[in-house]
């Protein structure tokens, strides 16, 4: 079983600064099966970033996703409000088919 | 517009059994797998089943597998959970989710979640 975990936990950030997010794998996992998530307070989580780099369909450019083989990085270049969220980080695998990290917030400092 | 409806949430007792269900629109049903996530308030998320398009392949976490019962009906565009022998740790908002990947090379790729239906909560509390 690939765990993820997610850190830091909490991060405290302005706006204006650039956050960077970092999800590391037990085992190496393929960039193709690596994906990140924003969940705002009260709402479903919305895809953001999937193949470790490749950004969804309407999702901003300041959203940036990098890394290979165990350590993945999700990067925000300039923190606006609605940014500060929960992010997940999420992996396809065999058993269990998929599971998801533990989730960093972002809060506002 | 692609949208995913989850209902059925509710209160049950311990060892009851809920049904979700999952109504799906804008996108041709067959096409896509479809999957079921949970988050327990204020915690994370977990995956815990899974329903390809045409074949109906299943796969389940360990915490709800001989449990709960994943299927589907592509006649209504819908996925169903069957929840049995529920227990306080259920306790969750359940999220269902399109499965989406592209083919290359062969194999699929680039799986990714997108989008998730806005949840229904399952309250199971003596």
Known sequence: EIVLTQSPGTLSLSPG????????????????????????????????????????????????????????????????PEDFAVYYCQQYGTSPRYSFGQGTKLEIK | EVQLVESGGGLVQPGGSLRLSCAASGFTFTDYALNWIRQVPGKGLEWISFISGVRHTTYYADSVKGRFAISRDNAKNSVFLQMNNLRVEDTAVYYCARDVSDYIGGAYSLIRFDPWGQGTLVTVSS
């Open chain 1, 17 to 80: 600064e650039r956050a960077t997010l970092s999800c590391r794998a037990s085992q190496s996992v393929s960039s193709s099966y690596l994906a990140w998530y924003q969940q705002r307070p009260g709402q479903s989580p919305r895809l953001l970033i999937y193949g470790a780099s490749i950004r969804a369909t309407g999702i901003p450019d300041r959203f940036s996703g990098s890394g290979s083989g165990t350590d993945f990085t999700l990067t925000i270049s300039r923190l606006e």
